[in-house]
């Protein structure tokens, strides 16, 4: 009799090497092992998410430098997580780690601007395109701020988002659709307000479902990737993004573009790339190289919206800022990566690899029979335990397989490779040699041999 197979694969066969990679895994970090256990931190963790590592228990981290991590126990792992993007660029790349240095001796934060801000402002045009800057900590931080100027320019109180979009933690993102309707993401810790009152959801690349949302006119922003990866990653339909931009225009909302993941599609993001033309852009994580730090832009038009509806409001706190955000230490590191780090020889180094990763991906799933498909946008890439491609978020979601993910991510990272915890997500850096891709492949496909 056929057992009932979990994304082609016999649950037998994933179960007995769920057991032994973990056993594996935890021989070879006891070190590790041992210096964690009673910690206080919550649950063991300085941050709530380091939970959704599959692994027995976390490695310490001894060192990273380039693409390469070292843990407490010795073990050499080739990262191709990357810090879910923030070290896209590399670990401590040079011009960064200099200039982390020598501002570190200037002063880490005092509120006011330095050469190295107006620099960084000259860099970010330069690299993405004509629009008047501001300074966050975080593309969350970011994100909120912009919609706080969309709702201010429009006086609308809603933001359209897309079913399983990212965002960060904004919380006007946190909606999903079910039946159709827009609700609160199941799973909130603490939430008490009805998000449905700031925001709706429609399915990516349905631009029918955008333009029904409009309609209602209290639609202030579209806020959207240019991809999808929150979840299994899904790729713009042809037009799709052509469509926003002119719905957007005719019925009087802003559309706001987040690259917090998707400036891995080439040297000034997707946007750059591909001529999208935002009211409000939005880049995060890996933008001063790994330093904490988002950037928002208005365009022209929309910033003389923002000067108009500024002069009018009332006295008082503008809901936007943080002390800590627009540091020098901040545009040091901008200033560096945009200029040194972050350059089109860089991205074609990434992309080609990217490509000769993708590739092989895809040969070991066709070699081994597997009902999975491999995806890539610039120097981020996936493989999906599904068929593809995906049209939409609630597609994206069905094709997780946690049950198989997480026993392959603990199996690659036992053969020396880390991919992203969240999904099935790699990145190439600047940093990352083709023997380490050629690594990654190998192991992949040593995984999928004793999975089938």
């Known amino acids: 009799m056929t057992p009932n197979l979990i994304a082609g694969i016999d649950p ?14 935890a021989a070879a970090r006891p070190k590790s092992a041992a210096a964690l256990a009673g910690n206080t931190f919550l649950d063991g963790v300085p941050l709530h998410w380091m939970r959704d590592w599959p692994m027995p228990h976390l490695p310490l981290v001894a060192s990273a430098k380039g693409a390469t991590i070292t843990d407490l126990d010795g073990n050499e792992i080739n990262d191709f997580c990357l810090g879910d993007t923030g070290s896209m660029f590399g670990h401590s790349p040079r011009p960064v780690a200099r200039a982390i240095k020598a501002q570190a001796g200037r002063g880490l934060t005092y509120m006011l601007p330095t050469e190295a801000a107006l620099e960084a402002g000259r860099l970010l045009t330069a690299t993405f395109g004509d629009f008047r800057w501001q300074i ?117 909302a802003l559309l706001i573009i987040d690259e917090t ?37 208005l365009s ?60 092989g991906l895809a040969a070991a799933i066709a070699a081994h029979g597997l009902p999975w498909h491999a995806i890539r946008v610039g120097a981020r890439v996936e493989f ?7 049209r939409n978020g609630t597609e994206a979601a069905a094709a997780h397989v946690p049950a198989v993910e997480s026993a392959v991510h603990v199996a690659l990272l036992n053969r020396g490779c880390l991919i992203a915890p969240f999904h099935n997500m790699m990145l190439i850096s600047p940093a990352t040699r083709p023997a380490q891709v050629k690594a990654l492949i190998r192991a992949f496909g040593a995984v999928l041999k004793e999975l089938t």
């Open 12 to 25: 037998a066969r994933l179960e007995a090497l769920r057991q032994a990679e973990a056993q594996t895994y």
């Open 136 to 252: 966050a900590t975080t593309a969350t931080d970011a994100n909120r701020f912009a919609l706080r100027v969309a709702r201010a320019v429009t006086g609308r109180p809603k933001v359209l988002v897309f079913n399983g979009c990212y965002h960060g933690t904004v919380d006007d993102a946190m909606v999903c659709l079910q039946g159709g309707r827009t609700v609160n993401r199941p799973g909130l810790m603490g939430q008490v307000a009805d998000l449905t009152q700031l925001a709706t959801a429609a399915e990516f690349n349905d631009l029918a479902s955008v333009e029904a949302a409009l309609r209602t006119g209290d639609i202030a922003a579209i806020l959207t990737e240019p991809v999808m990866t929150n979840s299994c990653m899904v790729l713009p339909a042809p037009g799709f993004h052509d469509g926003l931009r002119a719905l957007a225009t005719q019925y009087g």
């Open 261 to 297: 993941h998707t400036i891995s599609s080439g040297h000034g993001g997707y946007t750059r790339v591909h001529g999208l033309q935002p009211d409000i852009f939005v880049v995060g994580k890996c933008v001063a190289g790994g330093m904490p730090t988002a950037v928002w832009g």
């Open 300 to 359: 022209p038009a929309t910033a003389e919206r923002y000067r108009t509806a500024d002069a009018a409001r009332a006295p008082g706190h503008s809901g936007m800022g943080t002390t800590l955000s627009a540091n020098p230490m901040q545009f040091a590191c901008l200033q560096a990566t945009l200029s040194e780090v972050m350059t089109p020889e860089a991205y074609a180094h990434m992309e080609a690899l990217a490509e000769t990763l993708q590739q």
């Open 384 to 390: 999906i335990c599904a068929p593809g491609p995906l």
